[in-house]
């Protein structure tokens, strides 16, 4: 999950402080959740997938063989 994420983000030419700063997140909690010190919190997840346009499924790997964009 954590590398789709990564890659999402990197696809819209955001750095994590952009995507803090849009989501209402701090950037050393993006950064946190992606090298997998913590886990991201739902609602972490919900704001991700509504900033970006793309669905949980897709993050989560469900179902198996789905692929980003659609």
């Known amino acids: 999950m954590i590398q789709r994420m990564i890659d999402v983000r990197m696809d819209h030419d955001e750095t994590q402080r952009v995507l803090a700063a849009a989501i209402g997140y701090h950037q050393v909690q ?5 090298t997998g010190k913590n886990t991201p919190p739902i609602d972490y997840l919900v704001k991700f997938c509504q900033h970006y346009h793309v669905s949980a499924d ?13």
């Open 58 to 70: 897709y993050l989560l790997g469900l179902p198996e063989g789905l692929d980003w964009p659609r």
């Open 30 to 34: 993006i950064a946190r959740y992606e």
